[in-house]
């Protein structure tokens, strides 16, 4: 299963590729290498346990005791080659236009409801009505339920803060992430005026929760200066993710016996992009060919111990 969903991801990052380079869509597109490092003992060996464990599963990783950033790391960290960034939104304006004559794309258009006939019939928050011989659910959470899918309750919400900060110092390429919590993740991202650093922090809080989220900023601002010189934080947001209890997105049919409705759900915040391909690439398989190859590691109704 786990050399199924490395590969799945790799796939995803080489059709991303593909598509980008095919078309020639400006979205900032660069590979990168990604670390996961850990800044205590106790992830120490596991760190080097999953590099021996990633290339045995023909995973290209290495393993390295330094990192470019004054970080106290412990044990080393794990790199990965051959990922990529790139800008979503850039991406996804660009292939809206490339297949406008295709494709109709509406936009504030909630659908509430699916009623099985002879197909489906779609109904939305305005009551306007839509039927498709296939439906497919791309949200992170599904407002379908009426088969008593065993899915919907299989979540849990953590909340991320992100600060985008210009430093006096030059980035030196990759991305980062830490193994233990709170999380922190460090990459780039090239601005018309300026490279931007974005720092993210996960923390362990449940969506929803009243919180001082001032003090999340704050630890992120002081992780910030502890490695940079920050000239200036000219952003900061946050965002609300729907992680299963996996950390394996839900990605195939909704539930027997409803094998028309496609479903992807919650495409697990730190490898979202490369998810949310794979996700179209199952899915397309599902309906092309009735089956995937990757279709049992996303399975909805997978069993999760």
Same mark, same amino acid.
């Given at each position: 299963m786990a050399s199924l969903y490395g590969k799945s991801n790799e796939n995803a990052i080489k059709m991303y590729e593909d598509i980008i380079n095919e078309n020639q869509i400006d979205c900032d597109f660069? *590979?990168?290498?990604?670390?996961?490092?850990?800044?205590?003992?106790?992830?120490?060996?596991?760190?080097?346990?999953?590099?021996?464990?990633?290339?045995?599963?023909?995973?290209?990783?290495f393993y390295t005791d330094e990192l470019p950033f004054p970080i106290d790391i412990k044990g080393g960290a794990i790199g990965f080659n051959n990922q990529a960034q790139f800008h979503p939104r850039k991406y996804l304006l660009a292939l809206a236009n490339i297949i406008q004559n295709k494709v109709q794309i509406y936009e504030n258009t909630r659908a509430v409801d699916i009623e099985e006939d002879n197909g489906y019939i779609i109904t939305t928050e305005?009551?306007?009505?839509?039927?498709?011989?296939?439906?497919?659910?791309? *949200?992170?959470?599904?407002?379908?339920?009426?088969?008593?899918?065993?899915?919907?309750?299989?979540? *849990?919400?953590?909340?991320?803060?992100i600060i985008g900060i210009k430093a006096e110092e030059k980035y030196p390429g990759g991305m980062y992430i830490n193994a233990e919590k709170p999380t922190r993740s460090l990459r780039h991202q090239t601005t018309s005026d300026g490279e931007l650093i974005l720092v993210v922090g996960g923390y362990p809080s449940v969506g929803g929760k009243k919180e001082d989220t001032n003090k999340n900023y704050e630890a992120l601002i002081e992780f910030a200066h502890s490695i940079f010189t920050v000239e200036d934080i000219p952003y900061r947001w946050s965002t609300q993710d729907y992680i299963t209890l996996d950390e394996i997105p839900y990605i195939g049919y909704f539930t027997p016996p409803i094998l028309q409705i496609c479903i992807l759900l919650q495409v697990f915040k730190n490898g979202g992009m490369t998810n949310s391909m794979v996700s179209a690439m199952i899915i397309r398989d599902l309906i092309i060919n009735g089956e995937s190859p990757w279709q049992e590691v996303y399975d909805p109704s997978r069993k999760i111990l």
């Open positions: 660069v *590979s990168q290498s990604a670390f996961v490092f850990t800044q205590e003992d106790k992830y120490a060996r596991k760190i080097k346990e999953e590099v021996e464990i990633s290339q045995k599963l023909g995973i290209d990783a305005q009551g306007k009505k839509m039927k498709a011989r296939k439906v497919i659910i791309a *949200s992170h959470y599904p407002f379908y339920n009426k088969k008593k899918a065993c899915t919907l309750p299989r979540f *849990s919400l953590k909340k991320s803060c």
